[in-house]
């Protein structure tokens, strides 16, 4: 639990309802924090989230924290969302990122500001942060980016490895949802319904657009500054958490911008800021932020230059639970990145072995459809976190090679990579690859994971039909992660053919066949450091008190779980989604929600398979109450998906708008 401040060194002045105008007349709602006197540099988080009944109350913690030390902390709603005028209908658009600079340079011309500007953000923030800094407006001096991605097409919630995602039209329906709510007369004023019906006639499922670009293509490839690092011309401190789904752009990132600029920070955590977590240990993270932003945009010696470039939790050994809320192990740092200290450890796949000479012969796999029902969730966020369960169950219907019991304790920090030769019997296959602990009494931790559309094999970008029974060589990346097998644990490789409902199936199951002779799994084994018993602790967790709200009891949402029909084969999996019901008394507005995802599928059927999901909404202030409730439903078939979705908007119980889309896309290689 953080520590509550308020005894900050600057008093602070808090504007609730600040316009920022847009050079073509469109006006952005802002939440101001700021020393009440002189000028200081800025710190932007720029979001669609609505700033005023939304992320109202974290917003607080984090803003009036950094405020209170010398900086004045804006938090903006992009166009189209909140109090904002204009519309949005899709992530990190063109006029986002124009936004985005024209609001930098506002914020740099103002009395309260010495012309310096930072963005910090966590997810889209992050995103969009990195992408505006690409752009290189001028009073842009430094990006602190939390659970974000470089690269859109690769490690976003969209595709993995080239397979659809089961996030893919979940986060589309998540979108859809928020994007229905009005904004709040009392700081947009009249025109208010003007603009609300404007949005919800306008939106759309944003998923229907993500379909159509199932290739990494030049769609994919705006906004992925991976596409280049040069562009980057002001320093980046990259945070994430081995839990989250975006942990592997941290090292990347690192990679591409070099030390000089860049410090990478990966921690146990989940899709969270380091000092407010759901998995610990929290950290002192806003003081970090202070550290990072006094030196490059205050000219002071806080040393975290002189730190490692890349630091991360080393992850000991745990059992296979649904949900940890401690992760034990200990920090750990590198100089470089890649570090030239990392030694490759290569194993072989034979006869059930991971071994240190290479194999023989050929394995063959046709993984039933239920392989993947213990993978959890993606990504983990706030009390829902959901990690994979025991291994052993995905792998009945898995190849899978273990190493014998360890001599003594080995430790990764990377990205393990199988070289593979494989081939399929069917012209689209995917394969799964998973990184597994297991103890000695069997029991199997996944460690991390990897996914690939064979179908990719020659790029993401120019995706080809497999000619049946010819072999291809690919490499399987699996996120990175820094993990400690204990002396007497194996080391688990386990591959299979299926992945649901993690990633979409192919449309006919495929028999893969590996190569064992051209086979190997590459480990990035870290030597012990003697500097990591020196490093500079992390001061305790604080930030400033949230904005008051009031949490209504409501009825817990149930865990992740997995139904089988024995009779029928058909395996059901439900996620909750949203499920909460709070009040916001200084503004007057109560906002409950709930959400599902289920996602099904038949044994030997992968053309039976289906995701549905559904949200409901409810806004109540003293004008009213507004609800927005909407299904989504994803079947297929050999050629074609096909979505159907439906919106409907209530106000004060009465229907006012409803809108219904049914559309097939062609399968591009999935």
Partial sequence: MARIRTDFPHPVEVVENLWIPLPDGTRLAAKLWRPATGRHPAILEYLPYRKHDGTRGRDQGLHLYLAGHGYACLRVDIRGCGESEGLLEDEYSEVELRDGCDVIAWIAAQDWCDGQVAMIGISWGGFNGLQIAARQPPALKT???????????????????????????????????????????????????????????????????WMRHQRRDAYWRHGSVCEDYSAIRVPVYAVSGWADNYSEAVPRLLAGLGPDHCRGLIGPWAHSFPMDVTVGPAIGWLQEVLRWCDHWMKGRDSGIMNEPALRVWMQDSVPPRTCYTHRPGRWV??????????????????????????????????????????????????????????????????????????????????????????????????????????????????????????????????????????????????????????????????????????????????????????????????????????????DPPEMAPQSPVIHHPVTPAHPRRVTRDLLSGRITVDFPRWCYDHEFPDIGIRQASEGHARYLITEGDPLGAAMETAYRVVQTRADGTFTHESRSRMTCDETHFHIRAETVILENGTEIARREWSESIPRDHI
Avoid at 146 to 158: E, I, L, N, P, Q
Avoid at 185 to 199: F, I, K, S, T, V
Wanted: one cysteine or more; hydrophobic letters at 45%.
């Fill in 143 to 209: 990006v602190i980016a939390v659970g974000f991605t470089d690269d859109r097409y690769a490690t976003d919630v969209h595709y993995i490895g080239g397979c659809l995602s089961k996030d893919n039209m979940d986060w589309s329906g998540t979108m859809v949802a928020g994007m229905d709510l009005p904004p709040d007369p009392a700081l947009h004023g009249p025109a208010w319904r003007d603009l609300w019906r404007q949005r919800i006639a306008a939106n759309r499922p944003w998923g229907l657009t």
């Fill in 333 to 538: 740092g590198e100089d470089h990145w890649p570090s030239p200290r990392i030694r490759d450890w290569a194993l072989y796949p034979a006869e059930g072995r991971l071994q240190d000479r290479p194999g023989a012969g050929a394995a063959r796999i046709c993984s039933p459809l239920w392989v993947g029902a213990a993978a959890g969730e993606i990504g983990r966020y706030g009390d829902e976190a959901d990690w994979p369960t025991d291994q052993r169950e995905d792998d009945g219907g898995s190849l899978v090679w273990r190493t014998a019991p360890l001599a003594e304790a080995v430790e990764i920090l990377g990205a393990a990579r199988l070289v593979l030769r494989v081939a399929s019997d069917r012209p689209l296959a995917l394969v799964a690859v998973r990184l597994c602990d297991i103890a000695p009494d069997g029991a199997s931790t996944r460690v991390t994971l990897g996914l690939l559309n064979l179908a990719h094999h020659r790029g993401h970008d120019r995706p080809e039909a497999l000619v049946p029974g010819q072999p291809v060589d690919v490499v399987v990346e699996l996120d990175d992660i820094a993990h400690a097998f204990p002396a007497g644990h194996r080391i688990g490789l386990s591959l299979s053919s299926v992945y649901w409902p993690i990633a979409w199936p192919s449309p006919q199951l495929a028999t893969l066949t590996v190569d064992l002779a051209a086979t190997r799994l590459i480990l990035p084994v870290r030597p012990p450091r003697a500097e990591d018993a020196a490093l500079r602790p992390f």
